[in-house]
């Protein structure tokens, strides 16, 4: 009875499919113990056999992998045995901690030299390492000095980072003793951000900044042309990407701190933070104005507000230190037959912190004026010529005269403290002017007229004759109207673009007048170019795009944004 009990059981056992081991229930195991080799049926038999075979095979295969571990771990470390000689070998090697720092590279591999590496072929970016172009094969420590020559070109930087530099004592010594002097005088960078948020007061000192404009100017003077040398950053606004267009990007106007302001339609002002390192570092502050799609906004000359609107009658100024936002309404000009509160869509604002102003377009070829500080009219400019297209303040020392475009081509030069017109130049001769930029400092300015033409030249005065009022530069280099200019804050360059081409984006040298052809190349993601700006270091251009992202670029002929 027993035996048949066991047999049943033991064919109820299956192996799993596709596997060598056999399953077996205890109590089929117990079964065929007990009753002994002689007493076991047929079935029972092939059943023990298939076991006693799957034990083997397992026992093997242990042995096995035990041997390959075994000889694997001789391979790499040796035997038992060696290790303490191993270990007395490395310590006898090892320099002291102070013969450490003051060598140079921490580890040298002596079959650098033996390697060779084909530059001929694989990724575009080892081709480029190339000297000819017939050249295959360099060994390892030739490709290391060309990688250090290919990165010095693109990043304009052949020394070694600050954080990589090794540090004594006696230097570390006194850059602490700066530090605490820097604190003293107005803090770090974050500590000037922070202030910014929290106090109205100006972050940059008279001397810092004096110091700033001699250092851009040597740079104006000592860049290149022809060839750009720009790298890619983070994109400016990766972490709060607004679902419009990006259609204003401004940069602070201190250059201490690094500060973006992006706005569109979404009806959102955003502030982010951003370096000439790294790129985009994040969101800082957000403001949301109901029912006012932002069409035009800009920092005030301080740097402590913002100033937006919309196709609305009034303007928004906001406190970004103490995030209150105000909303102003100008009153109305009496030129004709407004039956309506005229829209505040475009305006541009001056630099003199002294005098904070305002200009509004208006119908009628009227120019509004608004203080920023009282929120009161400061005068109304009539120009007389038809609807006024374009306007712009000056730079520098005429930040208090105001450049008004027209739609019969002609550019009039207005003085706004005496609400008078001092010059007026003839640019398009008939044909209607799109957009006017000053430089920084206020020795040209830029127009665009039909078909995509870009003229630059001399500031307009009382004095100058027909002749200086003539175009030093012209750029053909667009096809489409342009509808954005913009000048480095040294001068040295001018940023040219128009939305209604893919790609329509162009730098130019105005030093030798002629446009970079290295850059934009076929693969750089510009896309519908909707705004741009130069940082107030020129290290830094920012373009927003219709995908609504804010690409960032860093120039490498300027130290800093």
Not at 16 to 29: E, I, N, R, V, W
Not at 364 to 384: E, I, K, P, Y
Request: net charge positive; with cysteine; proline share 4%.
């Amino acid at each position: 009875m027993a035996s048949q009990n066991s047999s049943q059981k033991a064919k109820k056992a299956k192996s799993p499919p596709g596997d060598g081991h056999l399953a077996l229930t205890s109590s089929s195991a117990h079964a065929i113990k007990k009753t002994g080799t002689k007493r076991l049926s047929g079935a029972d038999r092939r059943l023990k056999r298939k076991l006693v075979q799957a034990s083997a095979k397992a026992s093997a295969r242990d042995l096995l992998l035990d041997d390959e571990v075994r000889d694997l771990e001789a391979s790499l470390f040796g035997d038992v045995d060696d290790v303490g000689e191993i270990e007395r070998d490395i310590s006898a090697q090892q320099p002291p901690a102070t013969a450490a720092a003051a060598a140079g590279p921490a580890w040298f591999d002596p079959e650098d030299a033996s390697i060779q590496v084909d530059i001929a072929t694989g990724p575009s970016r080892r081709r480029k390492l190339r000297h000819e172009e017939d050249e295959h094969a360099i060994d390892g420590a030739e490709y290391q000095r060309r990688l250090r020559v290919q990165h010095a070109k693109l990043t304009g930087r052949s020394e070694v980072p600050s954080w990589a530099q090794v540090e004594d004592a006696e230097t570390a010594a006194p850059k602490t003793t700066k530090a605490a002097r820097a604190d003293d005088d107005g803090g770090t960078e974050a500590a000037d951000i922070a202030g910014l948020l929290q106090s109205g007061r100006s972050v940059v000192r008279t001397s810092a900044k004096a110091a700033d404009t001699t250092t851009a100017a040597a740079v104006a003077a000592q860049l290149p042309r022809g060839t750009l040398a720009i790298s890619r950053l983070i994109d400016a606004n990766l972490d709060d990407i607004g679902n419009c267009p990006a259609d204003v990007v401004a940069f602070h106007p201190k250059r201490d701190v690094p500060l973006l302001l992006v706005a569109g339609l979404d009806k959102v002002a955003r502030i982010f933070r951003v370096s000439y390192a790294q790129g985009g570092e994040g969101c800082m502050a957000k403001l949301g104005i109901p029912e006012t799609p932002i069409r035009s906004a800009a920092w005030n000359p301080a740097g402590t507000h913002v100033v937006a609107s919309g196709r609305r009658p009034r303007v928004h100024i906001w406190d970004v230190s103490h995030g209150a936002c105000t909303a102003v309404t100008p009153p109305r000009v009496d030129v004709g037959d407004s039956g309506h509160a005229p829209s505040c869509e475009h305006f541009v604002v001056n630099e003199d912190e002294s005098m904070p102003l305002l200009a509004l377009p208006r119908s009628h070829g009227a120019v509004q004026l608004l203080s920023l500080r009282g929120h009161q009219q400061a005068g109304v400019l009539r120009t007389g010529a038809g609807t006024v297209r374009a306007l712009c303040f000056g730079g520098g020392r005429r930040s208090m005269e105001l450049l008004t475009a027209s739609r019969d081509g002609s550019v009039n030069v207005w003085d706004v403290r005496m609400n008078r017109c001092v010059a007026s130049v003839n640019v398009g001769q008939g044909t209607s002017v799109g957009c006017v930029s000053s430089s920084a400092n206020g020795s040209h300015f830029a127009a665009s007229l039909s078909g995509g033409y870009v003229h630059v030249y001399r500031w307009p005065s009382e004095s100058a004759d027909d002749a200086s009022r003539e175009a030093v530069h012209r750029f053909g280099n667009l096809t489409t109207d342009v509808d954005g200019l913009d000048f480095s804050r040294d001068g040295s360059l001018l940023c040219f673009r128009s939305r209604l081409a893919r790609d329509a984006l162009r730098v130019a040298h105005l030093a030798s007048g002629t446009v970079y052809s290295n850059w934009p190349s076929s693969k750089t993601p510009l896309h519908f170019v909707h705004s741009s700006s130069f940082s107030a270091g020129s290290g830094a251009l920012a373009i927003g795009n219709a995908r609504g992202r804010v690409l960032l670029y860093r120039l490498s002929a300027f130290a800093r944004l």
